[in-house]
Each structure stands twice: as structure tokens, then as C-alpha cells.
């Protein structure tokens, strides 16, 4: 990975972490840096729990690039244990340099290491290039994804 090192998010991250979920169409619509009040606690829970894996990617000390990944034990596909890849963003002047593909290839070899079965993930609709970034790296658009707002 040369001079990128990716690694367990750090609470002192959290404010670089909202700014690329923010710097999206979609994101932009359901985040804010004005407040990291409600970020606070929520990262809180995800350090706790061990299937959580929230990672930055850092180049030259700069947080560049996130993404969680979650382990979801199951009965399903023989007892199989599944990972979830979420909420992957890349830092805007780093699109197109490769780094997602760093980032997602280090969540499949995590979850090889984490004994699990399958990767999958979902991708809003609208993100076409996305569909297809994730094509190239071998994941099937095989279901459809539903979601109801609580």
C-alpha cells in the first residue's frame, strides 16, 4: 500500500470521517460538521462492539479515505458468518487514484481473516459509477435492497 496505512478509527477522527460522508450529494442531505454532538456516541458504539470495524485510510497523516465493516454471524449458507461493507467514502481530491480499491481488497481480506463466507454490500441507486466500481472488483448485483426510514 505504499505510503497508506489503514487503521482502526481513532475518536479524533470522527470530524475528518462526517466531512467525507457530508461531501456527497446524498451525504450532504443527512450530515453535518456544524454539530459532531450525535457522531460522538454512535462512534462510541461501534468501538465497543467487536464485529464493528470502522477504518480510516491515511496518507501523509491526512485521513483520506473510510469505510465500516461489519461481521454478522448467521444460521444461513450452513452457520456461515457474513461481513458487511458500509459507508465506504474517499476524500474528493483522492477519487480516481485507486484508493477504494486499497480500501475495499484490505474489507475482503479482513473478512477472509475474520473466517467469513460472503462480502456484500449495498449502493444507492443513483450512484452509477459506484455500480460499476464494485462490478470491477468482482461483486454481483445478485439481490435487490430494501430499506424502511424508523
Same mark, same amino acid.
Given at each position: ?19 467525507m ?7 450532504a ?13 454512535a462512534?462510541? /458504539?461501534? +468501538?465497543?462492539?467487536?464485529? =464493528?470495524?470502522?477504518?480510516? $485510510?491515511?496518507? *501523509?497523516g !491526512? ?14 449458507r ?16 483522492e /477519487?480516481? +487514484?485507486?484508493?477504494?480499491t =486499497?480500501?475495499?481488497?484490505? $474489507?475482503?481480506? *479482513?473478512? !477472509? ?38
Amino acid at each position: 500500500m505504499g505510503d497508506l496505512e489503514i487503521r482502526p478509527a481513532v475518536v479524533d477522527d470522527v470530524p475528518a470521517i462526517v466531512g467525507m460522508l457530508a461531501d456527497d450529494p446524498l451525504g450532504a442531505r443527512r450530515e453535518s460538521l456544524d454539530d459532531l454532538t450525535p457522531y460522538l456516541p454512535a462512534f462510541e /458504539r461501534l +468501538s465497543s462492539d467487536p464485529n =464493528q470495524h470502522l477504518v480510516v $485510510a491515511v496518507r *501523509e497523516g !491526512r485521513v483520506v479515505g473510510t469505510l465500516q465493516l461489519t461481521v454478522i454471524p448467521g444460521l444461513s449458507r450452513r452457520g456461515s458468518t457474513r461481513s458487511i461493507i458500509e459507508a465506504v467514502r474517499i476524500h474528493s481530491d483522492e /477519487r480516481g +487514484s485507486g484508493l477504494g480499491t =486499497q480500501l475495499i481488497e484490505w $474489507a475482503i481480506d *479482513e473478512s !477472509r481473516r475474520l473466517d467469513c463466507q460472503l462480502v456484500q454490500l449495498t449502493s444507492d441507486k443513483s450512484r452509477m459509477d459506484a455500480h460499476r466500481f464494485y462490478e470491477r472488483l468482482g461483486f454481483t448485483a445478485s439481490h435487490m435492497g430494501f430499506k424502511l426510514e424508523l
